[in-house]
């Protein structure tokens, strides 16, 4: 199914994706919401997609216009592309969006996202144990020190 990751900048979103995609083993197309700025450019890139995955990093920036939401709908619902020449079923593929900034994004497009998950940041304990973490496997030693404010 197709899944989004919500999160300010600097949550892994994009981190996570491209873990899910490695997991997936299948060909992936990155883009941003930003790129899709028709729908003979949204054509092109399911096109390259095929049966992969999309990658849409910033997705809450997809247009609203020029039919590029109405045109994203009935592919990320039953895998049919529709064009001026008429509707084109594609090879079944994968959406994982992500984006800082989920009310943005389309009602109608997010409804059709499978699986949100909201990523929030790293809290400092969580820090304080990549950093232990990675300091041990690279057997350097790392001291808790209070800050001074």
């Known amino acids: ?3 989004a990751f919500i999160g300010s900048a600097g949550t892994g979103k994009t981190a ?3 873990c899910v995609i ?3 083993g299948r060909k992936v197309m990155y883009t941003t919401g930003q790129a899709i700025n028709s729908t ?3 054509i092109e890139m399911i096109e390259q997609v095929d049966g992969g995955v999309l990658f849409i990093d910033e ?3 997809l247009k609203l216009t020029d039919g590029i939401v109405t045109a994203m709908l009935p592919l990320l619902e039953n895998w049919v592309l529709s064009t001026s020449m008429g509707s084109i079923e594609v090879e079944p593929f994968t959406c994982i ?3 800082t900034d989920w009310g943005r994004l389309d009602k109608a497009i997010r409804s059709r996202m499978g699986m949100p998950y909201e990523l929030d940041p ?3 304990s969580d820090m304080k144990k990549i950093v232990k973490s990675h300091a041990k496997r690279l057997d350097i030693s790392v001291t808790d020190r209070k800050s001074v404010v």
């Open 1 to 3: 199914g197709h899944c």
């Open 16 to 18: 996570l994706a491209i």
């Open 22 to 24: 490695t997991e997936l």
């Open 40 to 42: 003979d450019r949204l």
């Open 59 to 61: 997705a809450h920036d």
């Open 97 to 99: 969006m992500a984006t």
């Open 122 to 124: 790293y809290t400092d």
